[in-house]
């Protein structure tokens, strides 16, 4: 066997579509409304990564949001701050200059996001730039075209890559979840990014058509499970795209609780991509409708 047939074969790949789909179904309608307290929305709201990644971008709308959140810390002294302000390699600098907020890490989506489809060299580049400016963490996208070919060599390899010009800055791999056709390949892509050095999984960009499941979700918990009891090292969860409600928050806690455990309920562990529920979580949590973000 090869290396990479070798690591593999430590997991439990043989899962079925319709075994999760049982599994989070009972998750859900028996386990997440115990967690819908203002406890826990304060912590999800603490876990949010607020983003900004449009063709829009510029100097001065990325300085409103980040000023939004500096305006936030003053304004709701009872609530957490937001984990991250996620934003283009081009913008680095400039948020990590204006950020007041201590805690608030400038992150940067990059290695030719949302496609991946740039040669390695340049990925490398644009990763390198961006941890030179400051990103404090790193977001980047797997090579979905090369995992579906089967070429999983290139896919570990460019992970590996990137995370060697990280660095010690922490790196998120995005699977793009929606568009790899199984529970079974959700998982092999979760496992395959951990051992290329992801230091958290992600499900999506947002930017394709089926972004996060509660499904997807379900699968990369178990991966990290095993990952974990296998290699003793813990890798961070960032379900993303397409959480519109405060009740989706609640669904993605709920299983990574019942899934990973307390222990995976940090703000250093679990994420959030998502700026559209930050209004609809500080509106339950103060019990009237604000429109902060």
């Not at 967690?35 to 607020?50: M, P």
């Not at 958290?200 to 974990?228: D, F, H, L, N, R």
């Amino acid at each position: 066997m090869s290396k990479i047939e070798q690591v593999l074969s430590k997991y439990n790949l043989d899962i079925t579509d319709e075994e999760v789909k049982d599994a989070v179904k009972k998750i859900i309608a028996e386990k997440v409304h115990e967690n819908d307290t203002q406890e826990v929305k304060k912590f999800l709201f603490g876990s949010i990564e607020l983003t900004t990644l449009t063709t829009q971008d510029s100097d001065e709308s990325v300085l409103r949001l980040v000023e939004k959140v500096n305006k936030f810390d003053q304004e709701y002294p009872f609530m957490p701050h937001v984990a991250t302000v996620v934003t283009y390699p081009r913008f680095t600098k400039l948020v990590k200059d204006s950020l007041e907020v201590e805690g608030v890490i400038p992150t940067c989506v990059s290695g030719a996001f949302p496609s991946s489809q740039a040669l390695i060299e340049v990925k490398t580049v644009e990763t390198g730039l961006a941890v030179r400016d400051g990103a404090g963490n790193i977001d980047i996208v797997m090579h979905v075209g090369q995992f579906l070919s089967g070429d999983y060599e290139t896919v570990v390899d460019e992970i590996q890559q990137q995370k060697e010009t990280c660095g010690d800055v922490p790196m998120k791999v995005i699977l793009e979840t929606g568009d790899l056709g199984s529970a079974a390949n959700i998982k092999t892509a979760s496992i395959l990014s951990m051992y290329a050095g992801a230091d958290y999984i992600k499900t999506s960009t947002g930017k394709e058509k089926i972004s996060a499941t509660p499904e997807a979700v379900y699968v990369m918990c178990q991966a990290i499970k095993e990952y974990y009891e296998e290699t003793g090292n813990k890798v961070g969860l960032k379900p993303a795209g397409g959480i519109n409600s405060v009740m989706d928050a609640l669904t993605y806690y709920t299983i990574v609780k019942e899934v990973l455990g307390k222990e995976w309920l940090t703000n250093e562990l679990f994420r959030l991509g998502t700026s559209r529920i930050a209004n609809l979580i500080l509106s339950e949590v103060v019990g009237q409708e604000v429109k902060f973000f």
